[in-house]
């Protein structure tokens, strides 16, 4: 791309920001995308929550739950490949229909008390054709809702999982100690129907057209080259640089009440800490995503990225409640910008035209990261029998991620200081 081209990109998206397609209404369907993937992505966390519970239930062995929840993310990021054309063909309203059907059932069937059991119904049907339904699709629809403010947008919808994981695990902990973990999936099961399928069926309608294809929404032909490079090969830095920096971002996720119950810190307080990591990234990926729609995708992922991997590192050290509620909180903040600034990063380099399939393909590598992760976790401790080697690890996937990062920021400023042929 030469400086003329950006030049002429900028004087379009100036055209467009003139007759712009964003209205109130952007914004309702956003909030409303964003309560639904606040109710799918709750299902998983009764897992994790309760995941010492459930291990006693099936040998002892943390590994099966930590495995069925990991299920769920890869599940979901494949499932949502094939989601993603179903809905660009079919409409978004009928794959969030269909998937929230199948949570439910999914938590149904993981209920049978099988090792079994709760991996086919946390990776087939709360992943594979369940959360795919919703999470994919949802960032490709509300993306096309915006064309000035879509970093804030995307920053917003994507604090579904951290509305998820502030509000239940608490209620879950509860609900765990009062009535077991299969009521609660049940009780949950139906609550999420209840929830998701009126709202979709009443508010998703069809997003309006995009007024120009050019720039970052333009044709294949108007762009050969992404930052110089064939724009394949940026793609892949860009989706390995989203699994890195998710193995990093799922581990105390995933592990942190069971960690806070190993240091003799009760699950109550354990379930709090991940309240307040959630709650933290929620807040702050609003601030990241005003922050995105002013330095972009790319820097926003690097800057966001240094700080989850400070605060990672903090866990290796952090065993008091107060020095862990600290660390928690820093966490949540660190790696609260990643996912949206790395959709943001698609949207910005590549067609519109290939968001249906390019974005799929980023969350498929995001949620292998997170299920991996999350399994590679529960695998360290079964082996050393304490959680500092997976710490450990998840530090080093993140020193990697910014190798990754910088390289791209680097490139991207260059290439955009370069001068004209």
């Known amino acids: 791309m030469t400086v003329e081209s950006i030049e002429q990109s900028a004087l379009t998206q100036r055209a467009v920001g003139a007759h712009s397609i964003e209205t109130r209404t952007s914004w309702v369907v956003t909030s409303v995308a964003l309560l639904c993937l606040g109710m799918s992505f709750g299902a998983p966390w009764i897992t994790m929550v309760g995941l010492k519970t459930i291990a006693a239930d099936m040998g002892g062995e943390r590994s099966i739950p930590a495995l069925a929840s990991s299920l769920v993310w890869l599940g979901s990021a494949f499932g949502g490949i094939l989601m993603g054309r179903l809905a660009d063909r079919y409409g978004i309203r009928w794959t969030v229909i269909g998937g929230a059907v199948m949570i439910g059932l999914g938590l149904l069937i993981s209920t049978g008390g099988q090792p079994w059991q709760l991996y086919v119904g946390h990776g087939v049907f709360m992943g594979l054709i369940g959360n795919a339904g919703l999470n994919a699709p949802l960032y490709v629809y509300v993306s096309r809702w915006f064309d000035k403010r879509r970093g804030s947008a995307l920053a917003l919808l994507s604090s579904g999982g951290y509305i998820a994981g502030f509000v239940w695990p608490t209620i879950f902990e509860r609900c765990i100690t009062w009535f077991g973990w299969r009521s609660t999936m049940v009780g949950y099961a139906l609550l999420e129907i209840a929830v998701i399928v009126p709202m979709a069926a ?220």
């Open 202 to 421: 009443i508010f998703l309608r069809t997003p309006p057209e995009v007024a120009s294809a050019s720039g970052a929404a333009g044709s294949s032909a108007a762009r050969p080259s992404v930052l110089g490079w064939h724009p394949n090969a940026v793609f892949v830095m860009v989706i390995f640089a989203s699994f890195l920096c998710c193995v990093t971002m799922s581990m105390p996720q995933g592990h942190l009440v069971a960690y806070c119950s190993d240091l003799g810190i009760s699950a109550t307080l354990g379930a709090a800490m991940l309240s307040v990591l959630l709650g933290a990234g929620f807040l702050s990926r609003q601030a990241w995503g005003l922050l995105s729609d002013r330095i972009g995708g790319l820097l926003t992922a690097m800057f966001s990225s240094i700080l989850q991997c400070v605060a990672m590192s903090g866990f290796l050290f952090a065993q008091q409640e107060y020095s862990l509620f600290s660390v928690s909180m820093a966490f949540g903040i660190g790696f609260s910008a990643l996912i949206p600034a790395y959709v943001l990063v698609i949207r910005e380099l590549f067609p519109m035209s290939e968001a249906h399939w390019r974005v799929p393909t980023l969350l498929l590598m995001s949620g292998s990261g997170m299920a991996a992760g999350n399994w590679l976790a529960g695998y360290l401790y079964d082996i050393y029998g304490y959680y500092g080697p997976a710490f450990m690890t998840g530090v080093a996937f993140n020193v990697v991620n910014l190798a990754i990062l910088f390289m791209l920021v680097v490139r991207q400023h260059t290439y955009q200081l370069a001068p004209a042929r």
